[in-house]
């Protein structure tokens, strides 16, 4: 067996079939391949284990082709986005709480107004008095 640094390079490619083919920079000749990205990256380990020690403990960094790469970054860009802007609108939403209570709107009111039910109007005007709830 040959030794190990313990972090390895994984090649992820599509082929023509539509398989995942996946290579061990480090390694020359571990290679594998699979239907799906899960199964390859099964295989990948149980190849990487026939030239070295460590590969059920060892790290796997993951290399995609460039268009799937920005693929998956755009993704993620907006879910990111998506969810700071759903914290802003929550953040909101609690202080329009307040405001409707202090005006003295009832619950059903200010549920009416924001768009939501009056449990959820409710959660958050507890949520206000007490913030250390959840």
Known sequence: MAESTGTYTVRFKR?????????????PGVLTDGRTLAATRRRIREALATAVDDAWEATLVEEYPQGVVQG????????????????????????????????????RDAADLLGVSHQRVMQLSRSERNPGAR
């Not at 023509?16 to 480090?26: I, Q, T």
């Not at 993704?75 to 914290?87: D, F, I, N, P, T």
């Open 15 to 27: 082929i023509e079939d539509g398989w995942w083919l996946a290579r061990v920079k480090e390694v």
């Open 72 to 107: 998956v970054r755009a993704v993620r860009r907006a879910r990111e986005r998506a969810l700071e802007a759903s914290a802003a609108a929550r953040t909101e939403m609690r202080r329009a709480v307040r405001r409707l209570a202090d005006l003295g709107l009832s619950l």
